[in-house]
């Protein structure tokens, strides 16, 4: 379905919407606060012993749960640029494929379309169309629309989920994906690079000694996350006015740069008292991690490069490579060459799931 457009009309709207949201925000938030924090006390007992003196730790195995199935919906952050197009169509293939199978309790899925108008993926890909921010507010840092997209999203459709799962165009389901969140603690991946212990000063301007220790600032960023809708209804609003602060603070946009949106996210949600269980293996990221494992999605953000005799050559062009850099305007081909011997399963296991999408997608070559 094509999301209708803002009933407010016109071009003013997003900037307004904004100001509503805030304003609506601000009124309610001491309240939310509290009611998150009674809903983490209550989950906390059924997190059996994942939380030990208040420090999250990874559970994995033997955190299976018997009980109803607890489906989440898929919210694919997305644009209409080439590049996010044909990454989308891979995504949303093995979403398909993954939904289906054993142990999964992935629900429906959506494209957020952030570009403010539907493009010709709408028949192929369940799209709910929104705005974009107001011109130049993103000061060409594209995924400050992110937080504004879920913001309208969750205001303007009925998701029948009581969970969400943030996703990425670049992401790739290569298991069925279970409900990683438990009660009122969603569960994300930990990125190495995200330290807010280490950033406690700029941290500070934004998360204040009142809250809490900085430690409550979980070292993740939006996506993978999969949350309860009613904390993300909550958390979004935070999320975008938090990272246009940090947008607005040269020294915080210095400091985070590329992950500026990601710290936003982690301290927004920290605002409202929401901690998240950390899952190592809810993502891989080639060419770091080696193997798929019971692992559940692989993330290809970083180039693939190998010499032929299939050793790592990172940052240095290989003579074999997979970097979806490589294909900024437009899809890659059908039936990519498979790396040399050597190259690690994860790797050879991405290109293969290229591959299989690639060529049961109507149309791959032609467009998008
Ligand atoms: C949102 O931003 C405004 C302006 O900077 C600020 O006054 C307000 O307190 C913020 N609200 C939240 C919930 O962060
Ligand atoms: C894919 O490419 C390989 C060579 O890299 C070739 O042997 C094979 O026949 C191709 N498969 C298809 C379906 O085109």
Redesign the pocket.
Known sequence: MIGRKSAMGGKASPFFLIILSLGFFVATYNLVTLVIHNLNQESSKELMGARVSGRKIDISEGSKRSGPRRPFHVALTATDAAYSKWQCRIMYYWYKKMKEEEGSEMGGFTRILHSGNPDELIGEIPTVVVNPLPSGMDRGYIVLNRPWAFVQWLEKTEIAEDYILMAEPDHIFVNPLPNLARGGYPAAFPFFYIKPSENEKIIRKFYPEDKGPVTDVDPIGNSPVIIQKSQLEKVAPTWMNVSLKMKDDPETDKAFGWVLEMYAYAIASALHGVQHILRKDFMIQPPWDLKVGKTFIIHYTYGCDYSLKGELTYGKIGEWRFDKRSYLRGPPP?????PPAGVPESVVTLVKMV?EAT?NIPGWEDGS
């Open positions: 059908r039936n990519l060459s498979l591959n060529a």
